[in-house]
């Protein structure tokens, strides 16, 4: 059973920054793709960035680009995500996700995802 434990999240101002970091363990790692997404309230869960685990690939939603980076350490099975010009609509929890079938037209739906982490707290102040 692979489990998916995001960590990172805080309080920052706008403008500040925030690394996240999910970290893949309990058995073989599987996944096709890593994702992020989040889900502010009263808003659904949305995607935020993806990354293509043997080829490296990523995405982002058009709200974070330029601003986020979805990076990989293949060798700790941990994905990461680096926020810079943090504003405060970026507040929310924000889950890591994985699936070890999923394809390229799949990843920005959240209910296409077989794994996710518990997620974390990232709050920008207004």
């Known amino acids: 059973q692979m489990q998916l434990v995001e960590s990172g999240g805080g309080l920052v101002q706008t403008g500040g920054s925030l690394r996240l970091s999910c970290v893949a363990s309990?058995?073989?790692?599987?996944?096709?793709?890593m994702g992020w997404f989040r889900q502010a309230p009263g808003k659904e869960r949305e995607f935020v960035a993806a990354?293509?685990?043997?080829?490296?690939?990523?995405y982002y939603s058009d709200s974070v680009k330029g601003r986020f980076t979805i990076s990989k350490d293949s060798a700790k099975n941990t994905v990461y995500l680096q926020m810079d010009s943090l504003k405060s609509e970026d507040t929310g929890v924000y889950y890591c996700?994985?699936?070890?079938?999923?394809?390229?037209?799949?990843?920005?739906?959240?209910?296409?995802?077989?794994?996710w982490g518990q997620g974390t707290q990232v709050t920008v102040s207004s």
């Open positions: 996700a994985g699936d070890p079938t999923i394809i390229l037209s799949s990843i920005f739906d959240s209910r296409n995802y077989k794994n």
């Open positions: 309990g058995g073989g790692f599987s996944m096709r793709y």
């Open positions: 990354i293509k685990w043997r080829g490296g690939n990523t």
